[in-house]
């Protein structure tokens, strides 16, 4: 069975670090590209960042640009994100995400493999 399990969230005052980890099993996801995405309360699924099966090319949403790090180690068959400078703003369920293409997991909803989510609470 093929699952993407989500960790590392919680609560963290605003101008504070956090790191999520996405732990793979079932297959090796290292020819995969990976990426997170989240939703925040009464709000729709959003794009963050991605990264491509090698790890040479990452894409992140504006606002997570410059603030937020996606890195892979493919031997571990995992996938952080490492946020800093956190807002309120960021508040949201976190998931972690696989998918064939890189483009299409940075441009779209679309994904072959979901997580089931981790939540981020920053307070002001």
């Known amino acids: 069975q093929v699952q993407l399990v989500e960790s590392g969230g919680g609560l963290v005052q605003a101008g504070g670090s956090l790191t999520l980890s996405c732990a793979a099993s079932?297959?090796?996801?290292?020819?995969?590209?990976m990426g997170w995405f989240r939703q925040a309360p009464g709000k729709g699924r959003e794009f963050v960042a991605a990264?491509?099966?090698?790890?040479?090319?990452?894409s992140y949403r504006d606002s997570a640009q410059g603030r937020f790090t996606i890195s892979r180690n493919n031997a571990k068959n995992t996938v952080d994100l490492q946020m800093n400078s956190l807002k309120t703003e960021d508040t949201a369920v976190y998931y972690c995400?696989?998918?064939?293409?890189?483009?299409?997991?940075?441009?779209?909803?679309?994904?072959?493999?979901w997580g089931q989510g981790t939540q981020v609470t920053v307070s002001s």
């Open positions: 995400a696989a998918d064939h293409d890189f483009n299409r997991l940075r441009s779209t909803q679309a994904a072959d493999y």
């Open positions: 079932g297959r090796t996801f290292s020819s995969d590209a």
């Open positions: 990264i491509s099966w090698g790890g040479t090319a990452v």
